[in-house]
């Protein structure tokens, strides 16, 4: 603690009815990384929120370079060297790099009102040279991908004296190879000496650039130390509080009939002649890097996406039949990669979230009218079924944590009960518990006899529930790769182009 060039000392914070933060004591060093961790609610967002000016913590005290300081806002947070990188990144697209990255502070000719566009370009590439980037302070933020807007937002900080960032989830929607580059980022902060407080629910990515870890479960520290001293049980029973994860279910189901038979399905952009076919007790896998057209295979097939060609068959009373895109959806359970934006009514409870699409077993068939009782009672027998964590299902989907909402995404579609699941992310931003539950889950599924198609970014995760993974590469199947031979290396060598090893 003495080393420390970060200290939250005995930090304390209320909210009505909760205790956010109780007694939180964490340490970071210069020059290192800390890992931040814990499920979705432990605390890690009100811990940030505090230090980044955000919210006024009720008792405790913060230390920077052992100096005690206030910091009651965030412009206090910014004058004492403290950065928020965000998890999206918060930029002006129709700005340049340049007045981005002084967008807070701009400059100004001297003796003149108009902005000195030739000094903050000069100074924006010296930092941005710092960061080992090639991005021009001219361009136009609309114009870079999402890696480079995070290296932009971090060149911000530098430019603003930043030598304390706080990372939150910030690979969530980053390419493999923008979070090489990111990681390689970090690893030049460090370098300089800079404090990097790094929030992640990726234990792989912890253990990889983190020097120190600190855990926090119903807002209390439940381990800290340095990485190398704990294994991953160990972390998670941090967590979650206990030593074992569920374990996944074996698969018992036989694999059974086509499902669905996907044929020659192109997009405007992407896809390209993909066809594939899932069936009954299976879970297969679609597995490419960012960009490799996954999710928009599967919106070309439900007709989200303009189709350019194809045609999808669906098992009807034992049969395939060509369906259109909206038969498709109607018999299908869809969980999107955006649970905010197409997977939730955010300002809704939770059991109309639940019955929302399924209105049709909820409505008396003289009248047409819905039963909220009715209603009701199915969303309380989910809320059990999925161990949805909540005091009841009347309250607002926006209330809850992200792994809790993505099961709210869940229990909507197991309500209507259908044959075919896509899983697109399903466990994007959610916690390890929660991810746990919803591996359980997915087995479960293929166990009951539903065909479930899984698209992830996580290799992990494919090769774990995964029967049989398609590989994907610019808009295409490259290969199909069944369980003997599903390895980490195999399908990472097929998603780039390189000959199968």
């Known amino acids: 603690m003495e080393n420390a060039s970060l200290q939250l000392r005995n930090i304390v914070k209320q909210f009505p009815g909760v205790r956010a933060l109780d007694d939180v004591t964490v340490c970071a060093n210069a020059g290192q990384s800390m890992g931040l961790i814990g499920i979705n609610g432990a605390g890690k967002s009100t811990l940030m929120n505090i230090i980044a000016g955000v919210l006024k913590q009720d008792s405790g005290e913060i230390i920077l370079d052992g100096k005690k300081v206030e910091i009651n806002n965030p412009r206090d947070a910014e004058a004492a060297g403290i950065a928020f990188i965000h998890q999206e990144p918060v930029v002006f697209e129709t700005m340049t790099v340049a007045e981005n990255m002084f967008i807070s502070h701009l400059v ?9 566009y030739a000094y903050m370009e000069t100074e924006a590439r010296k930092y941005l040279d710092i960061l080992g980037s090639t991005i021009s302070p001219k361009a136009k933020i609309s114009s870079i991908p999402i890696g480079d807007r995070q290296i932009i937002e971090i060149a911000r900080a530098l430019a603003a004296g930043a030598k304390y960032l706080l990372f939150d989830e910030p690979t969530s929607s980053l390419t493999f190879k923008e979070k090489e580059k990111l ?73 059974g009939n086509v499902v669905v038979k996907a044929e020659h399905i192109s997009g405007e952009k992407l896809p390209h002649d993909v066809s594939f076919e899932v069936h009954s007790g299976e879970v297969l896998g679609i597995w490419g890097l960012m960009g490799s057209g996954r999710s928009e295979t599967i919106r070309a097939m439900f007709g989200l996406d303009a189709r350019a060609g194809g045609r999808v068959s669906l098992n009807t009373d034992g049969e395939l039949k060509q369906v259109s895109s909206t038969k498709l959806l109607e018999k299908s359970g869809y969980v999107t990669e955006n649970r905010h934006k197409d997977g939730l009514f ?22 047409k009218v819905l039963n909220p009782k009715k209603e009701m009672a199915a969303a309380d027998e989910m809320k059990e079924r999925l161990n949805i964590k909540a005091p ?93 031979n599903m390895e980490r290396q195999n399908l990472m060598a097929l998603c780039v182009g390189e000959e199968e090893q």
Not at 440 to 448: P, Q, R, S, Y
């Open 392 to 484: 009841d299902m009347k309250i607002l989907a926006s209330q809850l944590s992200g792994g809790n909402q993505q099961k709210v995404v869940f229990s909507k579609w197991l309500q209507r009960r259908p044959d075919f699941f896509v899983l697109d992310e399903p466990t994007r931003g959610v916690d390890v518990g929660s991810k746990n539950e919803i591996h359980v889950k997915v087995a479960e599924l293929a166990n009951d006899g539903a065909a479930v198609l899984l698209i992830s970014s996580e290799i992990e995760e494919i090769l774990t529930l995964s029967d049989r993974v398609l590989v994907m590469n610019k808009g295409r199947i490259v290969a199909e790769v069944g369980k003997e």
């Open 108 to 116: 100004s000719k001297e003796k003149s009102p108009f902005l000195d």
């Open 183 to 255: 990681f390689e980022v970090i690893g030049s902060l460090k370098k300089r000496g800079d404090t990097i407080i790094f929030i992640s629910h990726f234990l792989d990515e912890v253990a990889e650039i983190c020097e120190t870890v600190t855990v926090l479960r119903d807002g209390r520290v439940s381990g800290s130390g340095n990485m190398a001293d704990f294994s991953r049980e160990d972390i998670i029973k941090f967590i979650i509080g206990e030593s074992k994860e569920k374990e996944i279910p074996k698969r018992t189901a036989q694999v």
């Open 346 to 367: 955010l300002t809704q409870p939770l059991w109309k979230n639940n019955s929302a699409a399924s209105l049709r077993q909820f409505a008396s068939k003289a009248l």
